[in-house]
Nanobody, 121 residues
Framework: QVQLVESGGGLVQAGGSLRLSCAAS????????MGWYRQAPGKQRELVAR???????NYADSVKGRFTISRGNAKNTVYLQMNSLKPEDTAVYYC???????????????WGQGTQVTVSS
């Protein structure tokens, strides 16, 4: 099993910044991609940003130029730097990881428990 632990959510005023962190643990053979998704009340979960093992990135149009996803020096960690936050960024943010497990060489697609980000106007 692969576990993801997120941290860094909270309450911030519009225009402020937050940094989310996610660390994956478990018997991981290879990590193909890690990303952040969010789900606001009454809405579907949506991709915010994703980074591949070759450091390719993609972002939702709504966060381009404001959010930056990066991989940490520690193996299997990912960060989301969120600047110029807007009230519409308010959501539960979930970390996602996709890769191959060490024990069975099977694919995995794991999710964190979510962290609340609230942006006040």
């Amino acid at each position: 099993q692969v576990q993801l632990v997120e941290s860094g959510g909270g309450l911030v005023q519009a225009g402020g910044s937050l940094r989310l962190s996610c660390a994956a643990s478990g018997r991981i053979f290879s990590m193909n991609a890690m990303g952040w998704y969010r789900q606001a009340p009454g809405k579907q979960r949506e991709l915010v940003a994703r980074i591949t093992s070759s450091s390719g990135t993609n972002y939702a149009d709504s966060v381009k130029g404001r959010f930056t996803i990066s991989r940490g020096n520690a193996k299997n960690t990912v960060y989301l730097q969120m600047n110029s936050l807007k009230p519409e960024d308010t959501a539960v943010y979930y970390c996602n990881a996709q890769g191959v497990t060490l024990t069975t060489l099977a694919d995995f697609d794991s999710w964190g428990q979510g962290t609340q980000v609230t942006v006040s106007s």
